[in-house]
């Protein structure tokens, strides 16, 4: 139970190494807050400084208003909950719960009762008296959880806990995660993970690391319907949101971009007078897109398609981009490969940016 502040955090390793700078977070209780951001960014960095595994370089931590810059880690109050789940082979899960309670000495009777009380809410009353061995991979992970559940931490962190289970076993383990939560609202858990539908399912709040910092945090659907920046556009949704070069022409409370040969897109983000001729990229995802007889947003042929039964992925050359553009239209459609598509977006869901920054955030 506890809130996090950090300000101007920042790292450098080994004097030389700069990985992260200004990371400025109010965490509040009860919230669980996931870092996502490219592999290298300094997700785990961030987390091992909370937990006090790393120095903080300079900035500060405070959990519940007190300073932890250099407060050892097993008196901050935090549970980390690592990828691999080293259980002991030789203690039933019983003994493998209460191990770290007994090394502190803790009474009989209370280390009972921790342990019923995790056990109940990670559904492993009927497994406690099973050796690891004879426990499924996700029973194993709980056991894992379960470990840092009795030790009653203020703050749960976990690196990529799901990172090592095959594709069945992660979901199954995700909804555990999320249940866990739900049965224990009060704690406040970090979670990094570079997992799209970890993130948006299981995150009150998502933390985009970039560029050695927070590039933007918000809700799930609040970075989902409004990035501040191409980078958060085409991190956040899968596949990644189209960008197509235009300029502005009409301005007001709508804005109409004109993207060259004929073509131009409506968008629902207001812009000024002043913004007449600015060169924009528009931001379409792939979801988002339909065909239309009137005037396409983006007209090509459709080089590959991939049918996933549910979604059609389309694949579209177009002289408006370099890359291809991808459309993904529910259900399945047969034939269109080789076939000319005329697309476009409804102004709601069409996006503007100028040199990175998205004009909703100016
Ligand atoms: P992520 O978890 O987002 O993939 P990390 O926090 O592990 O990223 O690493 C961030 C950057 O810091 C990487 O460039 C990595 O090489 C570097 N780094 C991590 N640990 C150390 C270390 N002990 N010494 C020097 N550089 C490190
Ligand atoms: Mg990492």
Not at 107 to 112: G, L, M, R, T, V
């Amino acid at each position: 139970m506890a809130n996090l502040k950090l300000v101007d955090v920042e790292k450098t390793y080994g004097g030389t190494v700069n990985v992260l700078n200004n990371v400025n977070l109010d965490i509040e209780q009860g919230e669980l807050i996931v870092f996502v951001g490219p592999s290298g960014c300094g997700k785990s960095t961030l987390l091992r400084m909370i937990a006090g595994l790393e120095s903080i370089t300079s900035g500060t931590l405070d959990i519940d208003g007190q300073r932890m810059n250099q407060v050892p880690p097993s008196q901050r109050g935090i549970a980390m909950v690592f990828q691999s789940y080293a259980l002991y082979p030789h203690m039933t899960v019983r003994e493998n719960m209460a191990f770290a309670l007994k090394l502190a000495k803790k009474p009989k009777e209370e280390i009972d009762a921790a342990i019923d009380r995790a056990a109940k809410v990670l559904q492993l009353d009927q497994y406690l008296d099973r050796l690891p061995k004879a426990l499924s991979g996700g029973q194993r992970q709980r056991v894992a959880i379960g470990r840092s559940i009795v030790r009653d931490p203020k703050v749960y962190l976990f690196d990529e806990p799901l990172s090592n289970l095959d594709a069945a076993l992660r979901v199954a383990t995700r909804i555990e995660i999320a249940k866990l939560k739900e049965a224990m609202p009060q704690s406040t858990m970090i979670y990094v993970t570079h997992d799209q539908v970890e993130a948006m399912t299981l995150a009150t709040r998502i933390v985009v690391l970039a560029n050695k910092g927070v590039a933007q945090v918000g809700t799930p659907l609040e970075l989902y319907e409004t990035p501040n920046s191409e980078f958060v556009a085409q991190f956040i949704g899968s596949p990644a949101m189209n960008l197509v070069p235009g300029e502005v022409i009409e301005t007001g409370a709508q804005t109409v971009v004109d993207l060259g040969d004929g073509r131009q897109v409506t968008s629902a983000v207001p812009t000024t007078e002043a913004d007449k001729g600015l060169k924009v990229n528009v931001g379409m995802r792939p979801e988002d897109l339909t065909a239309t007889d009137g005037t396409a947003a983006i007209t090509g042929s459709v080089n590959y398609t991939e049918e996933l039964g549910e979604v059609t992925l389309l694949y579209i050359d177009s002289p408006q981009s370099d890359e291809a553009l991808l459309a993904k239209l529910p259900g399945i459609h047969k034939g269109l490969r080789g076939s000319t598509v005329a697309l476009t977006a409804v102004p709601e869901k069409v996006h503007l940016f100028a040199n990175g920054t998205s004009l909703l955030y100016r």
